[in-house]
């Protein structure tokens, strides 16, 4: 776990599972620990990941590695982080945003029976979370979450 890393990793802790899964949809490995905060610390600093949370106690243990976030609302967290940590804000279907797992490419005929039919008949790619198994797909997805984006970064 002490690869270099391209970009950064993030951790949080149970107050901030929705930022998390935005995180994981714009590409960035974040593991969320709730209710665990010796592991959760203990984690942050071994695999070198930038601890966020909305917990002073929280922040103060993890010392300069962490970075506490001011807002309770969503859009007004996604927004800081870009501001604070120029964060890219592009959704990218490579990391399960359920649990994090790197997702791969599937082959269509293999995700005929674990999809709506119009969603197979109107999709060409698709992607799989191996750990999980939620399948995923480009288009209705990306373009809502790219909708709700514009919404909360306006
Ligand atoms: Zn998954």
Known sequence: MHSKKDTVWFATDGTLTRLARWLRLFGYNTIV??????????????????????????????????????SEKLPEQIAFLKERLSIKTEPI??????????????????????????????????????ICRKIYWQGTHEKRARETLRRFLK
Do not use: W
């Not at 990391?95 to 029976?113: D, H, L, M, Y």
């Open 33 to 70: 620990i709730p209710n665990n905060l010796p592991m959760l610390l203990y984690l942050s600093s071994h695999q070198g990941r930038l601890l966020l949370t909305r917990s002073r106690r929280c922040y103060e243990l993890a010392g300069k590695d962490a970075v506490l976030v001011p």
């Open 93 to 130: 279907y490579t990391r399960c945003t359920r649990c994090n797992a790197t997702v791969f490419p599937i082959e269509k005929e293999k995700v005929r029976q674990l999809v709506p039919p119009h969603t197979y008949k109107t999709h060409k790619d698709f992607f799989f979370c191996p």
